[in-house]
Structure formats: structure tokens, C-alpha cells
């Protein structure tokens, strides 16, 4: 290690250390607990004080993913012993399993709304965001601003004017309106970013590809494009990550064919008020994606948060 | 061997030219890779927003398609303007606001300058502090509402546990009183990771060199602290209240599952409140005029205090 004036000393360390420590356990406290709950039994998950050593089962699971319903002794009988195991969960409350839930449509969509719209926010941005950087747009500023600025939109109060124009259009309810929407509202994320990623790439290497004879969609795919992945990849995550968690618009303008996961999830109903089990098992598997990407995305979370504005 | 008058105009082309034709212009490949994105904003963006201002000069309502609008002139605006249950909703909005960027930006800068000592573990420890503003606010907001319950909630309990009072005896949902403090602790909750990896950014692009003059000069690390970091920090601080400021103003997903504006209207948000107005009550007129409001009042506010932003930026 060089020798730094300003390098902090072993005490600043640990003390900083124990703090940022004690501040993470904190702040994971809520998430463990969403994670726990989802293999609890329901009166576990109410008990008093909160359990925090239970017996996992996956009761949770199978409520979210089955709709059940109370049978009489008598059927119960008819039908013998459980098949499976998650007959047997059931069994355990006199229910049978009568056809699945609606969260896996629900989360089905959000993968296809969610996929769909973070590839054509990516393929538009890029190719904006391309031009942005290479060519002299007119307006260029004035654009890039227009662009960000429909960031601050409250998707409350555009939402109606959509709702009209989608009605009229046979968009309402679709999973098409909602990547069209998305892939609108991601745009200024993406264009904005990969704008400072391409910014980054020297432009000697296209000037070079054209002098070999490559047209400007050549240089651009040949040469920008592999340099931009990275990139590319990330503001993706990010678009993915808006796209899946984007609640007010899938609430407002989807009700049924195309609504995604989290308005579905807090209207998952027990006996007698929400089911808490089933809703932090919904919310869990909704979670994984996100996190997995998040470790994935360490680096570049920072650009992406802030629309490129600050470089790491 | 005669040749055709076109393979003859081919020839005295310069070479460039025939690159052009072959390829596009760069100014036609510009419009061509620009023009989808803005197209698609016009449409999703800046149509319904004219369509917005249109409506809210009317007394339409999206229930009614058979009944023909009338323009009803700036009344809506009026009413807005001098409903006293909508100027409670901005005040709610205003406390909520302010109260969320005090909190995030003490403990996210705090939390930013303690990460930057670059302890073992730093980096891990800061993923895993980042990971509640992944998820997704309206299922956050669901399920602080379980966290919250008196009788069998984590938070409750743990509240219980450090003070000894009755955990039992207080609702952080349910009271006139707190309920306001329940949505900045979750919002508090979910973005101060935000605002610290912003900060954390400022704090890494300080030259360590100046620190180096300074301590040469023999400032104090406190004087040091306060001329050095600080106004450092200062733009990319100023920048995450920027962005939570935009943010929280037009905060919808998590207040909405977490209290539903209620008790009473003690947590209504603008945006909460508007919903209301435009998909329960359908007034779809009047709704119309108070989006305006709020998107003009966040555009303006926005707009001023980027000008600020710049100026410390210049300095």
C-alpha cells in the first residue's frame, strides 16, 4: 500500500465499518422478514411476539399459486389420500386444490411486457442516442432536454388522456399499449444514458471502418455496437427493472389481460384480510430477478440512477 | 463496345458521392435513428398532454362518452385554486417532500462519507444496502402495512423492545398523527440507498491531492471537512434532491398501497388525490386542470432550481 496522508486510519475503518454494518442489518431487517414470511403458516406469520425461528413450509407457495376451496368430509373421503404434496398442505385445512391462481398470468405478463418493452426502449435509445452522439441533430440540446423532461410527468396525469387514446385505438388491456407505454417512459432513461456511453467510444474507430469502405450502418453495427455492449446491457437492467416494478399505469389502465404482477400481488386475499404468507411468497419470487440483476449491475448502478448525469 | 449513358454518369461520379448513395447521407441516417424515439414520445407523451390541458377546460367526463363537453373556460382552475381540501393534500405532499430529503440526505451522506474510509467488505455491504430501492414501491407499501399492524407487527415490536412502552398501544397507519411519519420512514427506507450512492460518487471524485495541500497547510481535518468535502459534494448532493424532489412529488405506488391517503386524508398526496378525482369520482375535467397544475409546478420548481444547480456547479 503507498503511503497517503489522507488514507484513512485502522480505528476510522473499523468504526466506519461497524456503523455501515449496523445501518445494513437495519435496513435488510424488512426484506428478510418478506422473505421469512413466505414459508410461514399463516398463524405464524401473525403470531405474537414475531416468530423468528418457525418451521418452513411452503404452504405460502401453494396458496399463491391455487385457488382452493373448503370440501365437505364426505368429498374428502371420496378422494383418499392426497397425490401430491401440495394436495396435502391443502388437506391439512379440509381444502382441495380446485385450478391454479392467477399470478402466474400475472407474472407471465409482466415478463412479456417487461422483455418487450426494455428491447424497444434499448433498440430505439440506441439508435437515438447513436445519432445524438455522432451527427449534428438540429435542435440537438432542446431535444435531449425534451427527452428527459418526460421524466416528470406523474404517470397520474397523462394517465387519462392514454386511457382515451388507447380506448379509441383498441389498446386498452393490451400487453402492445403497455410495452408502447413503457418503451415511452424508458426512453428518456436509455437515450440519456447511452448517449454518455457512446460519448465514451473514440470516433477514430468509425472514421477508420469508413475509409474502408463501410457505409455509416455498417461502422455503426460493426464497430459502435460491440464497443457499446456493455453499455448497453446495463441500461437494459435498468429499463427491465423500471418496467417490472411500474405499478400507477398498470393499475390505471390494465385490468385484466394485461395487468402485471405488482398490482396483483397486495390483492391476494386469505381468510379474514390479506394472506400474508402468499403475498411475501408473490413478492419474493417477483424480488429474485430484480436482485440478481442488482449484484449483476454494482458498477454501473450509479449511471443508470441518475440518468448518466454523474460518472463513476 | 459502346457504353449507356448511365454507366457513363456512373463513372464521373466522384467516389464519395457513391458512398453516399450506397449507404444513406449522414444527415438522412441522423433522421432515420432519430426520429422513431421522437415520434414515440409525441405520441405517448406530448399528445396526452396537450390533450390534458384541452380537457381541462372542459367539463368532461371519461363515464359519460355520450354527453358532449362544454368548454367551460378557466373554472376548473378556480376551483382547484380555492379548494382548501386540495391545498391540505399539498401541504401533505409539501411535508412529505421535505421531511423525505432531510432524512435521506442526512443518513445517505453519512452513510456515503463512512463507505468512502473504504473498510474491508465496503463493497458488500453497500449492494446489500442498495437493495431496497430495487424493489418494486407498490409491493414495498403492501407490505410495510403488515410491518405496521399494532398487534403482531415486526415494527411495532421492535419499537416495544428498545423502549419498554406497549407496542400494542400505537398504530403507525392508523393514527391522525403518525401517519405522516409512517410514509417518510418507508420512503426513507427504500431511497436513502439513492441518495448515498450519489454522494459516494462525489465524495470519489475529490482529488485526493487537495486533501494533500491542506494537510500541508496544516488545516485541521474539521476545517478541512467543511472547505473541502462539502462544497465538493455539493452539486452531486444537490442532485439527489433534484431527483427524489421530482420523485416524491408525483409519489404514487407506495403511499397508495401503504395507507391509501388515509387515516382520514392525513397522507392524501397530490397524486393520490387526483386519482381520485379522475378515476373514482370521474371528473375528468376538473382532474385534467390539477394535473396540469402539478406538472406545471413540478416542471417550474424543477427548471428553477436547475439554474441554482448550475451556478454552484460554475463555482
Redesign the interface.
Known amino acids: 500500500m503507498s503511503f497517503?496522508?489522507?488514507e484513512?486510519s485502522g480505528r476510522?475503518?473499523?468504526f466506519?465499518?461497524f456503523?455501515?454494518?449496523f445501518?445494513?442489518a437495519v435496513?435488510?431487517?424488512?426484506?428478510a422478514?418478506?422473505i421469512a414470511?413466505g414459508f410461514k403458516t399463516p398463524s405464524d406469520a401473525?403470531?405474537?411476539?414475531?416468530k423468528v425461528v418457525f418451521d418452513p413450509t411452503l404452504e405460502g407457495y401453494v396458496n399463491l399459486f391455487t385457488t382452493r376451496t373448503r370440501a365437505s368430509t364426505e368429498t374428502l373421503e371420496q378422494l383418499g389420500e392426497p397425490q401430491t404434496w401440495y394436495d396435502s398442505i391443502v388437506r391439512k385445512y379440509d381444502m382441495v386444490i380446485v385450478g391454479p391462481s392467477r399470478y402466474g398470468e400475472r407474472f407471465l405478463n409482466s415478463i412479456i411486457i417487461g422483455f418487450g418493452s426494455t428491447f424497444l426502449s434499448v433498440f430505439?435509445?440506441t439508435?437515438?442516442a447513436?445519432?445524438?452522439s455522432?451527427?449534428?441533430?438540429p435542435l440537438k440540446d432542446d431535444?435531449m432536454f425534451?427527452?428527459l423532461?418526460?421524466?416528470?410527468?406523474?404517470?397520474?396525469?397523462?394517465?387519462?388522456?392514454?386511457?382515451?387514446?388507447y380506448r379509441h385505438m383498441g389498446l386498452n388491456d393490451t400487453h402492445l399499449g403497455m410495452i408502447?407505454?413503457y418503451?415511452?417512459v424508458n426512453?428518456s432513461l436509455s437515450?440519456w444514458l447511452l448517449k454518455g456511453f457512446i460519448d465514451e467510444i473514440p470516433v477514430e474507430y468509425e472514421e477508420a471502418a469508413l475509409i474502408d469502405?463501410y457505409?455509416?450502418?455498417?461502422a455503426f453495427y460493426k464497430v459502435v455496437l460491440p464497443q457499446a455492449a456493455t453499455g448497453i446491457a446495463s441500461t437494459a437492467i435498468f429499463c427491465l427493472?423500471f418496467a417490472?416494478?411500474?405499478?400507477?399505469f398498470a393499475?390505471?389502465l390494465t385490468s385484466g389481460t394485461a395487468q402485471t404482477a405488482?398490482?396483483f400481488?397486495?390483492t391476494i386475499i386469505g381468510v379474514g384480510g390479506?394472506d400474508?404468507p402468499a403475498?411475501?411468497a408473490g413478492?419474493t419470487l417477483?424480488?429474485v430477478p430484480?436482485?440478481v440483476?442488482?449484484?449483476l449491475l454494482?458498477k454501473h448502478?450509479?449511471r443508470g440512477?441518475?440518468f448518466g448525469?454523474?460518472?463513476? | 463496345m459502346s457504353i449507356s449513358p448511365i454507366e457513363r454518369v456512373a463513372e464521373a461520379t466522384p467516389r464519395s458521392v457513391v458512398?453516399r448513395v450506397?449507404?444513406?447521407s449522414?444527415?438522412a441516417?441522423?433522421?432515420?435513428?432519430?426520429a422513431?424515439?421522437?415520434a414515440?414520445?409525441l405520441?405517448?407523451?406530448i399528445?396526452?398532454?396537450i390533450?390534458?390541458v384541452w380537457?381541462s377546460f372542459t367539463n368532461f367526463r371519461?363515464n359519460r362518452p355520450n354527453r358532449e363537453a362544454e368548454f367551460v373556460g378557466s373554472r376548473n382552475y378556480e376551483r382547484i385554486l380555492t379548494d382548501s381540501d386540495i391545498w391540505g393534500t399539498m401541504q401533505a405532499t409539501a411535508h412529505f417532500v421535505f421531511w423525505t430529503i432531510v432524512f435521506q440526505v442526512l443518513?445517505g451522506f453519512t452513510?456515503a462519507y463512512?463507505?468512502n474510509?473504504?473498510?474491508?467488505?465496503?463493497?458488500l455491504?453497500?449492494?446489500?444496502?442498495?437493495?431496497?430501492?430495487?424493489?418494486?414501491?407498490?409491493?414495498v407499501?403492501?407490505?410495510?402495512t403488515?410491518?405496521y399492524?399494532p398487534?403482531?407487527?415486526?415494527f411495532n415490536?421492535v419499537i416495544g423492545f428498545l423502549t419498554g412502552a406497549d407496542p400494542s398501544g400505537f398504530s403507525m397507519i392508523g393514527e391522525v398523527a403518525l401517519a405522516p411519519w409512517a410514509i417518510v420512514i418507508v420512503d426513507t427506507?427504500m431511497w436513502?440507498?439513492?441518495v448515498m450512492?450519489?454522494c459516494?460518487?462525489?465524495l470519489?471524485?475529490i482529488p485526493?491531492s487537495i486533501?494533500?495541500a491542506a494537510?500541508c497547510d496544516r488545516a485541521s481535518k474539521w476545517r478541512q471537512f467543511w472547505t473541502i468535502t462539502i462544497p465538493m459534494v455539493l452539486p452531486?448532493l444537490m442532485?439527489a434532491v433534484l431527483?427524489r424532489g421530482?420523485e416524491n412529488?408525483?409519489m404514487?405506488?407506495l403511499v397508495v398501497?401503504l395507507t391509501g391517503g388515509g387515516p382520514g386524508s392525513t397522507t392524501e398526496l397530490t397524486?393520490i388525490n387526483?386519482?381520485r378525482e379522475?378515476?373514482e369520482k370521474w371528473n375528468?375535467g376538473f382532474?385534467?386542470a390539477y394535473?396540469?397544475i402539478?406538472?406545471v409546478t413540478?416542471?417550474g420548481l424543477?427548471s428553477i432550481y436547475v439554474k441554482a444547480l448550475n451556478k454552484v456547479k460554475e463555482r
Open positions: 497517503s496522508v489522507t484513512p476510522q475503518k473499523l466506519a465499518g456503523l455501515v454494518i445501518y445494513a435496513t435488510i431487517m424488512p426484506l422478514w418478506i414470511t401473525i403470531a405474537y411476539p414475531p430505439l435509445g439508435i437515438a447513436y445519432a445524438f455522432r451527427f449534428k441533430v431535444l425534451f427527452i423532461s418526460t421524466r416528470m410527468m406523474p404517470p397520474v396525469a397523462v394517465a387519462i388522456p392514454i386511457f382515451l387514446m408502447l407505454l418503451t415511452a426512453l437515450v469502405g457505409t455509416r450502418f455498417q427493472i417490472w416494478n411500474e405499478y400507477a393499475v390505471l405488482p398490482p400481488i397486495p390479506q400474508w403475498v411475501a413478492a417477483f424480488l430484480v436482485m440483476f442488482t449484484i454494482r448502478l450509479l440512477i441518475t448525469a454523474v460518472r463513476k | 458512398r450506397k449507404g444513406l449522414d444527415r441516417v441522423a433522421w432515420i435513428f432519430v422513431p424515439t421522437i414515440l414520445l405520441a405517448i407523451n399528445f396526452p398532454l390533450w390534458t380537457l371519461v443518513i452513510l463512512l463507505i474510509k473504504k473498510f474491508r467488505g465496503s463493497d455491504w453497500t449492494t446489500v444496502i442498495v437493495l431496497p430501492m430495487m424493489l418494486s414501491p407498490a409491493v407499501g403492501n407490505f410495510w403488515f410491518l399492524q398487534q403482531i407487527g415486526l415490536y427506507w436513502t440507498p439513492f450512492l450519489i459516494l460518487a462525489g470519489r471524485s485526493e486533501y494533500e494537510e452531486f442532485l431527483f421530482i412529488f408525483k404514487f405506488d398501497q397524486s387526483l386519482k379522475a378515476f375528468t382532474a385534467s394535473a396540469v402539478l406538472f413540478i416542471f424543477a
